[in-house]
């Protein structure tokens, strides 16, 4: 009996020493930022103690690598599911709060997400709609002294030139002199659109909305006004969404520490 017992205390020992090595090594490849390798090693240990500890621990390792800062794709559901998986498999374990956040934090991220890949849809709805400006400049054109054709055509050069700064200081002149007239709407949206764009250095997100606002509102029958539409939810969804993904990382240093 003493034999059996020394045996089966060696074994426990081995299984823990064995365990404490492959915990430290996921803790090693996560600092060397090698995520895939340490996620093997968690994935693993929850594999191999699906309802005992330290599978929870795992399971909680493993979900916070899918999600890391510096994982070059994250895998939000992905993460989710093993949050899911903690709460139904150890709903005794220390980490259910931690998962509740988390499950919370990340339904909300890809709700968000869901909405953009919508929004994304309407602007290439837009792109479509390329056609019917084409069709409406050439009715512009007839008239060389239409003002709205002078502008666009203005604008649009300046646009090809990157020359953000000169294109601001014109449409603001135009804005200023003709108040609630045209060509005032297609100032409002080149001003907007400046704001908006990626390569612009300035690009200030609430200056766009408040443009395209003004646009929606003065010049509500304007052919740029449903353009403009598009662009305030774009914008909205996607600040909105940035917001969530501070919140997501702020969580996770909150509950790392």
């Known amino acids: 009996?003493?034999?059996?017992?020394?045996?089966?205390?060696?074994?426990q020992l081995e299984r823990e020493k064995d365990l404490d090595q492959k915990l430290a090594l996921g803790q090693q490849f996560r600092d060397e930022g090698k995520y895939d390798q340490a996620l093997q090693v968690y994935k693993g240990l929850a594999a191999a103690y699906p309802q005992t500890p330290p599978g929870d621990l795992a399971l909680r390792e493993a979900a916070f690598l899918l999600v890391h800062p510096g994982r070059p794709q994250k895998k939000y559901r992905e993460a989710q599911d093993l949050w899911w998986k903690l709460l139904k498999n150890f709903p005794q374990s220390p980490y259910t709060a931690e998962a509740r956040t988390w499950i919370s934090l990340l339904t909300a991220h890809l709700d968000l997400q869901t909405q953009l890949e919508k929004e994304k849809q309407q602007l290439l709805q837009v792109k479509g709609q390329q056609e019917d400006c084409k069709a409406h400049l050439e009715e512009l054109?007839?008239?060389q002294k239409n003002l709205a054709f002078d502008l666009i055509a203005?604008?649009?050069?300046?646009m090809a030139q990157r020359d953000f700064d000169k294109i601001l200081e014109e449409n603001a002149s135009v804005l200023s002199k003709n108040g609630a007239k045209p060509p005032a709407d297609e100032a409002l949206y080149a001003l907007g659109l400046v704001?908006?764009?990626g390569e612009?250095?300035?690009?200030?997100?609430l200056k766009a909305l408040g443009f395209f606002n003004r646009l929606v509102r003065?010049?509500?029958r304007s052919w740029r006004?449903?353009?403009?539409?598009v662009w305030i939810k774009n914008i909205e969804t996607?600040?909105?969404?940035?917001?969530?993904?501070?919140?997501?990382?702020?969580?996770?240093?909150?509950?790392?520490?």
């Open 1 to 11: 009996m003493l034999l059996l017992a020394s045996c089966a205390l060696r074994e």
């Open 141 to 143: 054109k007839q008239d």
């Open 154 to 158: 203005r604008n649009q050069k300046l």
């Open 195 to 197: 704001y908006a764009y």
């Open 200 to 205: 612009y250095p300035k690009k200030d997100a």
């Open 218 to 220: 003065e010049f509500p």
């Open 225 to 229: 006004a449903e353009e403009a539409k």
């Open 238 to 257: 996607f600040e909105k969404s940035k917001q969530i993904d501070l919140e997501i990382e702020d969580k996770r240093k909150q509950l790392r520490k």
